[in-house]
């Protein structure tokens, strides 16, 4: 794929807003602090974006699936629809958290079959530099009957990654992967054969996803990749970010290592 199929610029937003039919999506989060995200939308947020709660809207309750289970494909598309989605809408997710979140909301959106999606490069960031401002105005939405189409992602599950043998890439903080600290999940360490490579390195100096260099250039087209991450959200960045080195498009480990853990006969590492 394209970076013009990935990425947006806020050069390019400031001429479609208001007049394509795009809806913005706003998915800034923080782990630690669940009321962020919607407290930062009402002080202010682009122009007519719509708020997507990382813990209500992108994820299932946790439990033995992870931290941040995908809800079920008909749940997204019920919001989907409270929205106002259809297949004809220009989807733009945006976050102010290196673009990982945004990216969660893209891969979910591509998850059910949307086609037109795309993230704004360098969020909530960018589009002040640009010297844009903000709204507190909350948009009405208009029901439509959106259905889900073939999904243009994939997943795997822990049991296939203990049955085949894939490339797995953890999104991770090195000092989490080596297992010399766990601030989150209750056991340190990494899924066994993986390669650490931190959805930070994916970004240049102004907080833009780096579409010129890339940590997985080195990686081979015939590779079976699959990306993980704590619980399966900045592993999406890894993604969008092994799309935009021109490579294959991998699965997601959705359970990512919170799942993983959960079965004390799983291998850890180290």
Known sequence: ?????????????????????????????????PCWGQKEYSRGHLPGAIFANLNT??????GTRGRHPLPTRQLFVDLLSCWGITHDTLLIPYDSND????????WMARWVGIKQVKVLNGGLGSWLSFGKSLSTDVPKQKRSQFVAKSSRTRTV?????QNHSYTLIDARAVERFRGEV?????KAGHIPGALCRPYEANLSTDGKLDTRSSQFNALSGDLDVVCYCGSGVSATQN?????????????LYPGSWSEWIQNPARPISP
Request: net charge negative; glycine share 2%; aromatic share 4%.
């Open 1 to 33: 794929m394209r970076k013009n199929e990935l990425l947006i610029e806020v050069s390019e937003l400031t001429r479609i807003i208001g007049i394509e039919n795009c809806v913005l999506i706003d998915c800034r989060a923080k782990l630690d602090d």
């Open 157 to 161: 599950s822990a049991e296939d990654i």
């Open 57 to 62: 809207h992108l994820s299932a309750p946790p």
């Open 99 to 106: 673009n990982v979140y945004a990216c969660r909301f893209w």
């Open 239 to 251: 993604i969008m970010a092994i799309l935009l080195a021109g490579l294959p498009e991998p699965a």
């Open 182 to 186: 766990e601030p989150i999940d209750a």
